[in-house]
């Protein structure tokens, strides 16, 4: 049986056995207790594209609902300590670290998050939570300045959330 990171806990790649369900088709939580500690790291990256006159409203601290960035940063990291109570089956973890840092272009925000803990099973799974989340903070912070005259959003999306980097550090 697999753990999260796609690795058997033996030490081998074994991504055909399915990790969250057992033999009978139900459900289940993957058992960790018997791995090793070890120190990891995830780093998810995400963009939210908007219209240049957004964008410059977050430049300026001129969105009606206060500072855009800062709001977002703290709904990332509120995520990413939250994981295990919104994704089924994911393990409650000590996060040792959280780390955010947003790119400003002229028509979007490009947000990344690195998690670190030192435990039985990855940050991955906190660190995308992270960048979802901190980019749905941004949309609704500013999404009274990206509705067209229908009330509709034809500029904004989230695109491209990946993880963009896994690390794990044993010993």
Same mark, same amino acid.
């Given at each position: ?7 058997d $806990?033996?030490?081998?790649? *074994?991504?055909t056995? %399915?990790? /969250? @369900?057992?033999d009978d &088709? *139900? ?7 018997t791995?090793? *500690? ?12 908007l219209?240049?006159p957004? @964008? &410059?409203a ?5 969105i009606?609902?206060g500072?855009? %960035?800062?709001?977002a ?9 939250h994981t295990? #109570?919104?994704i $089924?089956?994911? /393990?409650?973890? $000590? @996060?040792?670290?959280?780390d955010?840092?947003? #790119?400003?272009?002229?028509d *979007?925000v490009? %947000? ?9 099973? &990855?940050?991955?799974?906190?660190a %995308?939570q ?7 903070v ?5 999404k009274?300045?990206?509705k ?12 491209d959330?990946? @993880?963009?980097?896994? #690390?794990?550090r044993? &010993?």
């Amino acid at each position: 049986m697999s753990d999260r990171d796609g690795t058997d $806990p033996d030490g081998g790649d *074994d991504d055909t056995d %399915l990790t /969250h @369900v057992d033999d009978d &088709g *139900d459900a289940q939580m993957v058992d960790v207790g018997t791995k090793p *500690d070890s120190r990891r790291r995830a780093v998810a990256r995400g963009t939210i594209h908007l219209t240049e006159p957004t @964008v &410059g409203a977050i430049h300026a601290d001129e969105i009606g609902k206060g500072d855009v %960035l800062s709001t977002a940063r703290i709904g990332a990291i509120q995520a990413v300590k939250h994981t295990w #109570e919104t994704i $089924p089956m994911c /393990h409650q973890i $000590p @996060v040792t670290n959280v780390d955010t840092e947003f #790119e400003v272009g002229d028509d *979007d925000v490009t %947000l990344s998050v690195a998690v670190e803990t030192t435990g039985k099973t &990855g940050c991955e799974m906190e660190a %995308l939570q992270g960048v979802t989340t901190g980019l749905n903070v941004v949309w609704d912070m500013v999404k009274a300045a990206e509705k067209d005259a229908e009330g509709q959003y034809p500029e904004t999306c989230i695109s491209d959330v990946r @993880v963009v980097e896994k #690390e794990k550090r044993t &010993g």
